[in-house]
């Protein structure tokens, strides 16, 4: 047998961002203000420091990683890489799976990737407080934790269902010195223009982005951070897969095909970006983002210019949209419960690049728990997303006999979520299956962009 744990030394961390920008067919769209004319530079400085915008609007392929940094991402990184042998024998594959395990990170999740740096360039510019949402946790609690570290302040608007589906997350948050609110709240017009129109409203991430926004705008002290969608958050991702191309070189293999769940974006971003570089230079390699069938923005979204919150607060951006004002089912993935997606994601599926698949979500709770009882690791309910895709390819090769090497992000473990788990055994969950009746009423209301 070969092994099963492929690991580098921390020598090994990677020094620079990879930016799929320098390696698209054409350049990406800018973001537009509402009268549809580009955003320049300046108009973001309400929001960012000005290292993030210029890593926002960079264009060069390597963007240099700063020392403090990458001291951080010793905590965590280089991440493992893992041989899933035992999966393999219990699905009686000739394919080979492979998965990178973000979950070693002190949040549990792929999120401190990013959330470490843009605290940093924050405190660099002597910002010392930052608002920001989370779906699940994951990206609050990253947050919180590296805001705690460089001494910035965070507030978190948490989408209201995960607020109290998951309260171990706000706990985490808190315990790393952030204050957490339920969105929609109270606190902002936008959470007041919710609550007004559906006083019982799960929430939604366009919502709690609406919140935060709203608030770091009206504030001269506060800035606002996001932990996905925009090209810098995919850029610091790119940690998870340039050590996956060094790390499937020592397992001497490569993939067929490199598979992570997709929400906003950064989870895919992470893994498949630097193999976009691969593929741009002729590699063959799949890509394929894997989405919830109850929040299907990929696989039947529109490709439109759209807000990427719910109150219009953001620039307008070019991705696959289910309208700004789409309010999705409370599935448990709640990290995934978002109407749009990263516009570099998007720009990549569109042009044929990028594979995007929708699952339902008692396929991928099956797929978690057969995974749990094939490697031990219990994955988040996102994770479980790529799980089940991963788990489809090694059986459409078992059908085929033909073998196929299979890489996929497990971004976190699932510690957080066992009330989702036991829900799953408790036969209380089911599957939901967007109306295509809803999909094309949301889509009425895109904003218009000549």
């Known amino acids: 047998m070969t092994d099963t744990q492929f690991l580098l030394p921390e020598s090994s961390i990677p020094d ?26 300046q108009a973001l400085e309400a929001l960012f420091p000005p290292a993030l915008i210029a890593q926002e609007m960079s264009t060069q392929r390597w963007v240099p990683i700063p020392d403090a940094v990458r001291d951080i991402y010793r905590l965590w990184r280089p991440a493992p890489l893992y041989r899933a042998h035992r999966l393999e024998r219990a699905l009686d594959t000739p394919a080979r799976l492979y ?57 978190v608007y948490m989408v209201r269902v995960s607020y109290d589906q998951k309260p171990h997350r706000r706990s985490m948050m808190q315990t790393w010195g952030a204050e957490v609110i339920a969105s929609p709240s109270p606190h902002t017009a936008a959470g007041r223009a919710v609550l007004e129109s559906q006083p019982e409203s799960p929430g939604a991430l366009g919502i709690a982005i609406s919140e935060a926004v709203e608030e770091a705008a009206a504030r001269a002290d506060t800035n606002y951070a996001l932990g996905s969608v925009l090209n810098h958050v995919m850029l610091h991702q790119t940690v998870i897969g340039l050590e996956a191309r060094e790390q499937m070189a020592l397992a001497g293999d490569y993939p067929d095909v490199v598979i992570a769940p997709c929400g906003g974006g950064s989870n895919f971003a992470g893994l498949a970006f630097p193999f976009v570089a691969d593929k741009a230079a002729g590699r063959a390699v799949r890509l394929l ?26 620039p ?28 570099l994601v998007a720009q990549l599926v569109h042009e044929g690049i990028v594979e995007a698949r929708a699952v339902p979500q008692l396929a991928t709770f099956e797929a978690g728990v057969l995974f749990a009882r094939s490697e031990g690791i219990i994955p988040a309910p996102e994770s479980n997303h790529a799980v089940r895709a991963a788990i489809d390819e090694a059986l459409e090769a078992r059908h085929s006999g033909q073998p196929r090497v ?17 829900r799953y055994f408790a036969g209380e969950l089911r599957d939901y299956d967007y109306p295509e009746a809803a999909i094309a009423d949301a889509l009425q209301r895109l904003p218009t962009v000549r």
């Open 316 to 343: 307008i951006m070019r991705m696959y949209t289910l309208g700004h004002d789409f309010v999705p089912p409370g599935i448990h993935a709640g990290g995934l419960r978002y109407h749009g997606s990263a516009p």
């Open 16 to 41: 620079h961002w990879y930016n799929v920008v320098a390696d698209l067919p054409r350049p990406p769209e800018p973001p537009r203000a509402p009268d549809g004319s580009a955003l320049t530079p």
């Open 406 to 422: 299979i890489l996929f992000n497990l971004s976190g473990h699932g510690h957080f979520d066992m009330a989702s788990y036991d």
């Open 289 to 314: 983002a894997v989405e919830p069938a109850s929040c299907p923005t990929l696989t039947r979204g529109a490709y439109a210019h759209d807000y990427g919150d719910t109150a219009g607060l953001t």
């Open 99 to 155: 998965y990178k395990y973000e979950g070693v990170s002190p949040a549990g999740s792929h999120k401190p990737n990013t959330a470490v740096p843009q605290a940093w360039y924050n405190a660099q510019a002597g910002v010392r407080r930052l608002t920001t949402e989370t779906g699940a946790g994951q990206w609050g609690s990253s947050l919180a934790m590296a805001g705690q570290m460089l001494g910035v302040d965070v507030r």
